[in-house]
Every structure is written in C-alpha cells, then in structure tokens.
C-alpha cells in the first residue's frame, strides 16, 4: 500500500512562494506518475501540475507560470514551487500518484496553504 505524505503549507503572504513537498512510502513503485490538485471551500478540486515518469510536465491554467513541478526519484518525492502567490491560491493542496493498470491511484491527505492579502 502506497502512503503520500505531504509537507510544506502554511500561510503565506500575497506575492510570497511556497514550496509543497510528497513523499511516497511503502508499496512497489515503477513507472510511476504524479500530479498535484488544489480544492478551494465550496469549489470543485481542479488540476494544478503534473510529471510524468519519464519527465514529461503539464501545469493547469490557473497557476501555470507561477509554479513549477518536479520530483526526486531517489527520494519518491515531489515538489510543487509556487511563486507569486494570490489570495486566490488559498486551498487544500493534494498530490496524487498513479501507476499500473488502471491505474492504480493515491492520493495524499492534502496541505493547506493560505494566502493572506
């Protein structure tokens, strides 16, 4: 059983950066990709950014340009860099992984990250 351990919210001011942090323990990960999601109160869970295994990225449009994704391999960590952040930002961030047939999905217990004005 795959267990996502995220890190690295907290409060934050408008126009400050942030950096996420999910690390991925126990089970048998291969081949393995990873994304990142946000949910905002009364909002539905949208896509932020994701890598692929082979290092292939795609980012959402509502933080594309603000934020980076990138992930340690050695580590089974991923990261999610986010600059320039706006009180729109404010949300539950969750990170996901996905491998196999199906795929086999998980995701992690969410981190809240709060952008004050």
């Known amino acids: 059983q795959v267990v996502l351990v995220e890190s690295g919210g907290g409060l934050v001011q408008a126009g400050g950066t942030l950096r996420l942090a999910c690390a991925a323990r126990g089970g048998m990960l291969v081949r393995y990709n990873v994304g990142w999601f946000r949910q905002a109160p009364g909002k539905e869970r949208e896509f932020v950014a994701s890598i692929t295994h082979t290092g292939r990225t795609d980012y959402g449009t509502s933080l594309k340009g603000r934020v980076t994704i990138s992930r340690d391999n050695t580590k089974k960590t991923m990261f999610l860099d986010m600059i320039n952040l706006t009180p729109e930002d404010t949300a539950v961030y969750y990170c996901?992984?996905?491998?196999?047939?199906?795929?086999?999905?998980?995701w992690g217990q969410g981190t809240q990250v709060t952008v004050s004005s």
């Open positions: 996901r992984l996905a491998q196999g047939i199906g795929p086999q999905v998980y």
